[in-house]
């Protein structure tokens, strides 16, 4: 496909390779014997999970287990996990529609195939969509569009007191801006791990929203 977008010939073995995958032990390498032994996916079907795994951002090129890959296996974070990992996948659908995942089929099939340029009726463009809808039934949109709390702490670097002590009895009456006051502030922000690029764009607009205003200068 000219621009290509993952998919496997034999999709129902996506829901089978999932769902072992959460039940068996985290591995050292995510291998094509790994694959076809312990998630039982066989043959040129298990090699073609392989590297939907790693186009899935499962796994490193060298096999590696990725992070991703572990908090999928975690029920908690599962869902999140492969939204964020669709979206890396099918980034190019999601550049054409952030909510693809909301589209009818009709829809999906026909940005697929005005992404690759073949034909509806092509049987890539059907595996594609086939293969996208089996992976979205492990996905929490929800969760992935939602950003995580953003721990901001801020300290002033002037202490009030010590401000306050420099005063003589000639300035107590006076109002901080007849002095010239400025307090500086140091910001930590701890970003979530993600490669959402709109959930930083959501937080730093909030950050300008609520913590650069003129008004609090």
Same mark, same amino acid.
């Given at each position: 496909m000219s621009n290509s977008l993952p998919y496997v010939t034999s999709p129902g073995n996506i829901e089978k390779a999932l769902n072992a995958i959460k039940s068996a032990a985290v591995p050292d390498k995510v291998t094509q014997d790994f694959v076809k032994t312990i998630l039982k996916i066989k043959g040129g079907s298990g090699d073609q999970m392989t590297s939907l795994l790693k186009k899935l951002g499962f796994s *490193?090129?060298?096999?590696?287990?990725?992070?991703?890959?572990?908090?999928?296996?975690?029920?908690?974070?599962?869902?999140?996990?492969?939204? *964020?990992?669709?979206?890396?996948?099918?980034?190019?659908?999601?550049?054409?529609?952030?909510?693809?995942?909301?589209?009818? %089929? *009709?829809?999906? &099939?026909?940005?697929?195939? *005005?992404?690759?340029?073949?034909?509806?009726?092509?049987?890539?463009?059907? &595996?594609?969509?086939?293969?996208?809808?089996?992976?979205?039934?492990?996905?929490?949109?929800?969760?992935?569009?939602?950003?995580?709390?953003? %721990?901001?702490?801020?300290q002033s670097e002037t202490d009030p007191t010590d401000v306050g002590s420099r005063f003589n009895e000639s300035q107590a009456g006076m109002s901080p801006e007849s002095f010239g006051l400025n307090l500086g502030y140091t910001i930590n922000i701890n970003l979530p791990a993600t490669d959402d690029v709109k959930v930083f764009d959501a937080i730093f607009k909030s950050i300008k929203r609520n913590l650069m205003s003129k008004d609090d200068a």
């Open positions: *490193e090129t060298n096999g590696t287990p990725t992070e991703r890959y572990k908090k999928f296996r975690n029920p908690t974070t599962s869902g999140r996990a492969m939204a *964020e990992a669709i979206r890396h996948a099918y980034a190019p659908l999601f550049e054409h529609n952030e909510y693809v995942f909301e589209l009818s %089929d *009709e829809d999906v &099939l026909g940005l697929i195939v *005005e992404i690759t340029g073949q034909a509806h009726d092509a049987g890539p463009v059907k &595996l594609t969509l086939t293969c996208f809808k089996n992976l979205k039934a492990f996905a929490d949109f929800s969760k992935a569009a939602s950003p995580e709390p953003v %721990d901001v702490a801020v």
